[in-house]
């Protein structure tokens, strides 16, 4: 039982290039979700699934696609980066209530 | 998040002394209410939870109260140690359900030794 797994645990993008973050759970949770955190900010929700199939917005959407198309994976995407987005990205999944939280990712975006 | 205010940003303890950080919330609908904490580097992690029909939940040297007319609930940590230095963050669901969970910004707590 692996909990959360969060790959890579590290990235560097060029403005405008593209990439997926992936992020897979062994426990069977229906409700995944993705945070950013950025410093004096806590964390800061992009997107959310309630389970395979679907998917909704956070509060800071924009600049990032989601797609759930198993239970256990819920990867993000970021269609065209920009300075804006370096941040460390946590995928969460939860069963009842409380979080299990992914390594997390550190992307720098130059 | 805008709909979770968490006091203070910061805290500095001496070690055995009591820390309390505080929550306030918006949703008076909201029924759940975790704290997670977040060591230098690493994940976050849930610590303690309370459900709105009770006001008050202990594990060992931690407790969070909850005070729903107020709208707000806090963690106490008491006799703090040096590995109770961390990121303490707090959470309730955004208005309109509670499939959008907000955070508040986190307080940087410190205990010295």
């Not at chain 1, 409700?31 to 004096?40: H, K, N, V």
């Not at chain 1, 600049?63 to 239970?71: D, E, F």
């Not at chain 2, 309370?50 to 729903?68: P, Y």
């Not at chain 2, 963690?75 to 963050?89: G, K, M, N, R, W």
């Amino acid at each position: 039982n692996a909990g959360v797994t969060q790959t890579p645990k590290f990235q560097v993008l060029k403005t405008g290039q593209s990439m997926t973050l992936q992020c897979a759970q062994d426990m069977n949770h229906e409700y995944m979700s993705w945070y950013r955190q950025d410093p004096g900010m806590g964390l800061r929700l992009i997107h959310y699934s309630v389970g395979a199939g679907i998917t909704d917005q956070g509060e800071v959407p924009n600049g990032y696609n989601v797609s759930r198309s198993t239970t256990e994976d819920f990867p993000l995407r970021l269609l065209s980066a920009a300075p804006s987005q370096t941040s460390v990205y946590f995928c969460a999944s939860r069963s009842g209530d409380g979080y299990t939280f992914g390594s997390g990712t550190r992307l720098t975006v130059v | 998040g805008e709909n979770v205010e968490q006091h203070p940003s910061t805290l500095s303890v001496q070690e055995g002394d009591s820390a309390v950080i505080k929550c306030t919330y918006s949703d008076s609908a909201s029924n759940y209410f975790p704290w997670y904490k977040q060591e230098l580097g690493k994940r976050p992690q849930l610590i303690i939870d309370i459900r709105s029909n009770v006001g008050e939940k202990k594990d060992q040297r931690i407790a969070v109260t909850l005070n729903k007319t107020a709208k707000h609930f806090s963690l106490h940590i008491t006799e703090t140690q040096p590995e109770d230095s961390a990121v303490y963050f707090c959470a309730a669901p955004l208005s309109g359900g509670y499939q959008k969970v907000t955070f508040g910004i986190g307080t940087k707590l410190q205990v010295i030794p």
